[in-house]
T-cell receptor, first 114, second 115 residues
Framework: AQSVTQPDIHITVSEGASLELRCNYS??????LFWYVQSPGQGLQLLLK??????LVQGIKGFEAEFKRSQSSFNLRKPSVHWSDAAEYFC????????????FGTGTQLKVEL | EPEVTQTPSHQVTQMGQEVILRCVPI?????FYWYRQILGQKVEFLVS????????KSEIFDDQFSVERPDGSNFTLKIRSTKLEDSAMYFC?????????????FGPGTRLTVT
C-alpha cells in the first residue's frame, strides 16, 4: 500500500530565508508525486507534480521539488520565502494511471516570521 | 482559469438526515473524485468515478455513501443517514486523464457539520 510521511508537523522560517519541506513516500514502483498547498479555509491548490523524466520539477509561486528514488523522497524547496507562503503543505502520492487515488501526508504547517 | 466549484460551502445537518454535496468539475475532465478531511487530520480518499461508474473506493465509502453524475456538469456525493463522525471538510476533485494529465484539481470544499 502506498503511504506518505511528512516528518515535520510545524516549520517556522523568517521571510527571505530558504525553505525545505520533507516528504518520504512508500510505493512499489515509480509513483506520481504531488505537492499541494492549503491556506486557511481554502481548498487544495496544486503546486507541482512529478510523473517522470527530469527529477527536479518546477512549480508555481517559485517552488521546486526534487525526486530522489534512492531515498524515496520528494522534498519541496523555495529559495526565498514570502510572508504569503504561510499555509499548510501536503505531499501526496498516486498510482501512475487515470482515476488514481491520492494518498496524502499529514501536512506541514509553515509559519513565516516577518 | 477553469476551476472546480462546490456547493454549499457549509452544510449543517442533524444526525440521521440525508445530505447531498454538489460539485461542478472542470469542463472536459474525465475523472472525478471525493476526498474528506476531518478537522486536524489528513486528507483521505473516498471514491473515484469514471465513465459513469465508480472506479475505486475506500473502506470509508460504505453503503451510506453514493455518488452520481446526474447531468453533463454536476457530480454529487450523497450521505444517506449522517453520523456525527461524518463531520468533515469534503473536497471534490477532477482530472483530465490521458493526454490531458492525471493531476487532480480540487474544489474549495464543503464543510459538513453533523449535530
Amino acid at each position: 500500500a502506498q503511504s506518505v510521511t511528512q516528518p515535520d508537523i510545524h516549520i517556522t522560517v523568517s521571510e527571505g530565508a530558504s525553505l525545505e519541506l520533507r516528504c518520504n513516500y512508500s510505493y512499489g514502483a515509480t509513483p506520481y508525486l504531488f505537492w499541494y498547498v492549503q491556506s486557511p479555509g481554502q481548498g487544495l491548490q496544486l503546486l507541482l507534480k512529478y510523473f517522470s523524466g527530469d527529477t527536479l520539477v518546477q512549480g508555481i509561486k517559485g517552488f521546486e521539488a526534487e525526486f530522489k528514488r534512492s531515498q524515496s523522497s520528494f522534498n519541496l524547496r523555495k529559495p526565498s520565502v514570502h510572508w504569503s507562503d504561510a499555509a499548510e503543505y501536503f505531499c501526496a502520492v498516486g498510482e501512475p494511471r487515470g482515476g488514481n487515488k491520492l494518498t496524502f501526508g499529514t501536512g506541514t504547517q509553515l509559519k513565516v516570521e516577518l | 482559469e477553469p476551476e472546480v466549484t462546490q456547493t454549499p460551502s457549509h452544510q449543517v445537518t442533524q444526525m440521521g438526515q440525508e445530505v447531498i454535496l454538489r460539485c461542478v468539475p472542470i469542463s472536459n475532465h474525465l475523472y472525478f473524485y471525493w476526498y474528506r478531511q476531518i478537522l486536524g487530520q489528513k486528507v483521505e480518499f473516498l471514491v473515484s468515478f469514471y465513465n459513469n461508474e465508480i472506479s475505486e473506493k475506500s473502506e470509508i465509502f460504505d453503503d451510506q455513501f453514493s455518488v452520481e453524475r446526474p447531468d453533463g456538469s454536476n457530480f454529487t456525493l450523497k450521505i444517506r443517514s449522517t453520523k456525527l463522525e461524518d463531520s468533515a471538510m469534503y473536497f471534490c476533485a477532477s482530472s483530465a486523464g490521458l493526454a490531458g494529465g492525471y493531476e487532480q484539481y480540487f474544489g474549495p470544499g464543503t464543510r459538513l457539520t453533523v449535530t
